[in-house]
């Protein structure tokens, strides 16, 4: 968990500032700078469009009286995806869009899915 941890605080800051360095030298501080500001506007118009796409579907499965499972998943990764491309830098934002895309989160919730079935006992 500590290694985790570590990851998330050090390693990832430390690459997003060599990242956003090597960019500003490539096109500039200022067009950095507005790069930025624009990924921030795009990814919170993307969460809003998918976060209501989303709820549609979990509303449409309570009615017919399924679990809304899957729509709960989605839901969640959307708002990972939120706050990744609110956060400055091009790594995080980078995973957030691609949060932003349906069939990536499905990939993610199948995965978890079967993770979870395969670490799971069922006592009968």
Same mark, same amino acid.
């Given at each position: 968990?500590?290694?985790? *941890?570590? @990851?998330?605080?050090?390693?990832? $800051?430390?690459? !997003? ?16 700078? *507005?790069?930025?500001?624009?990924t921030a506007v795009i990814g ?26 899957? $729509? ?6 959307? @708002?990972?995806?939120?706050? *990744?491309?609110?956060? $400055? ?9 691609? @949060?932003?895309?349906? $069939?990536?989160? !499905? ?7 079967? *993770? ?9």
């Amino acid at each position: 968990m500590s290694v985790l *941890l570590t @990851l998330l605080f050090v390693v990832i $800051p430390v690459l !997003e500032l060599v990242i956003f360095t090597v960019i500003s030298d490539l096109i500039g501080l200022g067009n950095t700078l *507005l790069l930025v500001i624009i990924t921030a506007v795009i990814g919170a118009t993307l969460v809003r469009w998918q976060g209501l796409s989303v709820f549609r579907k979990f509303r449409q499965r309570q009615r017919v009286g399924q679990i809304p499972t899957s $729509p709960i998943v989605h839901g969640v990764l959307i @708002l990972l995806g939120g706050a *990744l491309l609110l956060t $400055p830098g091009f790594l995080t934002d980078t995973v957030g869009f691609a @949060l932003m895309v349906p $069939p990536v989160r !499905e990939l993610i919730y199948r995965f978890g899915r079967r *993770l979870l079935r395969s670490r799971t006992i069922i006592v009968r």
